[in-house]
């Protein structure tokens, strides 16, 4: 199985911050990387695709990148609706597998 | 506007069996993979399996493997999850999510989920 690695685990930021989420993933994956992010008792949203693109109606200061087995996840300019917990997931190839999540705290 | 209702959670013993349903709309169902998706409390997301458009293409997660059964009613827009020979560590919230494509991928619509506890 794929085995993908995110860090930080968490981390704390403020309104308006940049902010980097890393994700590696065990084997090349190609461009097949994609990112989710999760509230608490809210149903997961479906962020990025295919590593770089930008799910309709997510907004443009989410942005995506990477190859093979190093990806990243950037949010340019915090809002107060961005904190959550952000889940990478590989679909090259079955299993689909996540990451372990990237909680973004309130600093 | 897509929608995804789980249903069919609750409270079961280790050994035990439930199923799951998931009513799907706003979309062509018969266009699109179905997934089942399972956070277990305190842990992140696990992809539990996935079944293609037509209902040919079926993949299982090793940890459920032989034990779950995914299904799709095509003319009721309908996911099912039968689940067998339930453990303590099948507890979880169990999302039924659309797939982007018609065979497995990413998950572009996720429904609130149904909590699935195992305990004696």
């Known amino acids: 199985d794929i085995q993908l690695t995110q860090s930080p685990s968490s981390l704390s930021a403020s309104v308006g911050d940049r902010v980097t989420i890393t994700c590696r993933a065990s084997q090349s994956i190609s461009s097949y990387l994609n990112w989710y992010q999760h509230i608490p008792g809210k149903a997961p949203k479906f962020l990025i695709y295919a590593t770089s693109r930008l799910q309709s109606g997510v907004p443009s200061r989410f942005s995506g990148s990477g190859s093979d087995t190093e990806f990243t996840l950037t949010i340019s300019g915090l809002q107060p609706e961005d904190f959550a917990t952000y889940y990478c997931?590989?679909?090259?190839?079955?299993?689909?597998?996540f990451g372990g999540g990237t909680k973004v705290e309130i600093e | 506007e897509v929608q995804l209702v789980e249903s069919g959670g609750g409270l079961v013993k280790p050994g035990g069996s439930l199923k799951l349903s998931c009513a799907a709309s706003g979309f062509t169902f018969t266009t699109y993979s179905m997934n089942w998706v399972r956070q277990a409390p305190g842990q992140g997301l696990e992809w539990v399996s996935t079944?293609?458009?037509?209902?040919?293409?079926?993949y299982y997660a090793d940890s459920v493997k032989g034990r779950f059964t995914i299904s799709r009613d095509n003319a009721e827009n309908a996911l099912y999850l039968q689940m067998n020979s339930l453990r303590a560590e099948d507890t979880a919230i169990y999302y039924c999510?659309?797939?982007?494509?018609?065979?497995?991928?990413?998950?572009?619509?996720w429904g609130q989920g149904t909590l699935v506890t195992v305990s004696s």
């Open positions: 999510a659309r797939g982007y494509n018609w065979n497995y991928g990413p998950e572009d619509n």
């Open positions: 079944i293609s458009s037509s209902g040919s293409y079926i």
């Open positions: 997931q590989q679909s090259f190839t079955i299993p689909l597998t």
